[in-house]
């Protein structure tokens, strides 16, 4: 009998006590089909499933692992932060130390509070918002991901600048009501909104590079729009840079575009694998919250010892002069290459990239909104996953999914997924 699969067999098993078998549900390959790789270790760029088959890893945990797996400064920070307790409970220094290292590198923020999870963040910051402006509504846009919060699981609703409908079971549409969910790029209906509800809004909530929808920009006239409208009538203007940040730049999407956010939503880099998130903004705003203010918000594990110590390791390794420009331009090698494969072979295709991260579309045009990215040929696309996947590359196992680079990705890890791509292309025909 030839060996068992041992992602099979642990796939089985863990259906049997976990929903799905997973703890997240992109992680079940549900939208690409087959079997998750249950994951054994993980080194540098690489991690090895439980068939010990190795894989060259372009999720890196959906956006943390911008060092590499296990950085050897990282892993010496965390072992000695255990040893000293894992959770107090009580403030300690070190929150102190990862908040200055934070807001020396976000100037839009003058306060940040720590938290353990993107959605946590995001709650947080919408509740903040509301509370901040005493106003109900809130705009975010479709394609856009701010976590599970029930007010943010919500998708358009029809006509322009109508307010949406929950796109989640056990979300009340009271929950929902308030919340208007616009096309990504499209000013005409953000104006309206505007025009509309203007001095309703609470705040917009946006990913200025949005990378739930694999990889589209907020164009320049857009993203000014945005803060122009929201300045006008008094609404914040919430950058959701959970995967963003520190992740297209050491100043994140706000740095790439010039703009300046009232409140920023920070995760994934900041905690560089462990649980922690973060939310901050000019201190008459940040204020607001308890023990200070009104707006409560709180949390067990928040600012962690374990967590902030992996934290401030990875942020003092990615502030290193030339970390962003090495890390660029091996993405922009990876984004160049595969264009050029595909272009080879007659396969329409399009990439894009900033920072250590990128996305791809099986199509020539950069989509502009998340309806363009959804005409992606489900098929092609799962095909080129599990080629790759087969060929030891493991990239985003969903069509609307971003991926990632680390510093620990070599030439010869980009030009192996070159190759493996160009192969896929060229056995998938003319188009
Ligand atoms: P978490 O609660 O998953 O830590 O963060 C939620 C979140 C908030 N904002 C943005 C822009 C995000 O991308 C995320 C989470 N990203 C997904 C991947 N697209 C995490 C992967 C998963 O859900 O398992």
Redesign the pocket.
Known sequence: MPNADQNDILFERARAVIPGG??????AFKAVGGTPRFIRRAEGAYFWDANDKRYIDYIGS??PMILGHGHPAVVEAVQKAVLEGFSYGAPTEREIELAEAILALVPSMEMVRLV???????MSALRLARGATGRKHIIKFEG?????ADALLVKAGSGLATFGHPTSAGVPPEVTQHTLVLEYNNIAQLEEAFALHGNDIACLMI?AI???MNFVRATPEFAQRCRDLCTQHGALLVF?????GFRVGLHGAQGVLGITPDLT?L??VIGGGM?L?AFGGPRAIMEQLAPLGPVYQAGTLSGNPVATACGLATLKEIARPGFYEALSKKTQSLVEGLKAAAAAEGQPFNADSEGGMFGFFLMNELPQNYATVMTTDNAKFNALFHGLLDRGVYI?P?L???GFVSAAHSDDDIAATIEAARQIFKASGPR
């Not at 353990?116 to 995001?122: D, I, K, M, P, V």
């Not at 856009?144 to 599970?148: A, F, S």
């Not at 959701?240 to 963003?244: K, L, R």
Request: hydrophobic residues 35%; contains cysteine.
């Open positions: 997973v703890n997240s549900p992109v992680r959906w956006g353990s999870s993107g959605t946590e963040a995001a856009c991901y701010h976590g599970h990913e949005a990378g739930n959701d840079e959970v995967m963003t939503v995760g994934k649980p998130a985003a969903a609307y999914e971003a």
